[in-house]
């Protein structure tokens, strides 16, 4: 098995941690869910290092790399991991990305050009109406306030203990309960940069091949089942009746999706 390791790397003046692993020609550059950080796919990593070397980027602000000033947008969240990606030894690459992630991944292929994009992997891609973009918006990511009583502790339980679902383990929900408090002052400035960015055109036009790869009950597996429709190039694989995370709760099913998927392309 291939060793995993924690690296950083300088874009516009900002440390942006990153797990690498594997030694192959063809990198596979992957981008977490909000507010999460590149460690959700740490459990995958075995299935993917075989074939490529695969690099989990901590979305700046998140995980262990450096926020900026001021909460950006997608776009500028994307400038900043492409000023990271061209200061590494990457030239033919894929993107995969979930949630936030996914809107990144596609994101990062326009910015670094379609050239050298071997294909993109995206889970819940936020192929939103403009009623459900507005609902998101409006609810989903509230300021939070860190109190003397420790509320926002509960307060951060309970939110993944309803994302994961009832059939989550403690762990796991410890997990994503760490990841959100590791940001809380600023969890919010990645999620709502995502509803805000309609990434419907890239996912129209991009001419690279897709796989929209998810759970059967994610939140946004409807986006990924309309996204699919539309996109130029592309399937659809959906596995097991998870409330999404399809990398972090079943990985080996993960990497060999998208390894079986890169292979039918060669």
């Known amino acids: 098995m291939n060793k995993i390791t924690r690296h950083y790397v300088e874009s516009e003046g900002l440390q942006i941690h990153y797990y690498k692993s594997g030694d192959s020609k063809n990198s596979l550059l992957l981008f977490h869910e909000s507010p999460q950080s590149g460690q959700v796919y740490l459990k995958a990593f075995p299935y993917l290092s075989r074939d490529f070397t695969v690099y989990a980027f901590d979305t700046p602000g998140y995980g262990m790399s450096d926020a900026p000033e001021k909460p ?77 009583k420790g509320e926002h502790l509960m307060w951060a339980w309970n939110r993944y203990k309803n994302i994961y679902g009832d059939k989550a383990s403690s762990e796991m929900i410890n997990f994503g309960t760490i990841g959100i408090l590791n940001c809380l002052d600023k969890y919010n400035w990645a999620y709502n940069a995502a509803f805000d960015y309609v990434p419907d055109k890239l996912i129209e036009e991009l001419d690279v091949p897709m796989l929209f790869l998810n759970t059967n009950n994610d939140l946004l597996t409807h986006c990924d089942i309309e996204a ?39």
């Open 72 to 148: 950006l947008n997608i776009v500028d969240y994307s400038a900043l991991l492409v000023g990271a990606i061209k200061n590494l030894p990457i030239n033919n690459y894929a993107t995969g990305g979930c949630h936030t992630g996914a809107s990144i991944a596609l994101e990062v292929i326009k910015q670094l050009g379609q050239q050298n994009a071997l294909f993109c992997v995206l889970n819940g891609v936020p192929y939103f109406s403009e009623e459900e973009r507005n609902k998101y918006a409006n609810s989903w990511s509230p300021e939070v306030q860190i109190d003397d």
């Open 228 to 266: 699919n429709k539309v996109a130029k190039n592309s399937t659809i694989s959906l596995h097991t009746d998870h409330l999404g995370q399809l990398h972090l709760r079943e990985p080996e099913i993960y990497g060999t999706e998208v390894v079986k998927f890169y292979k039918t392309l060669s």
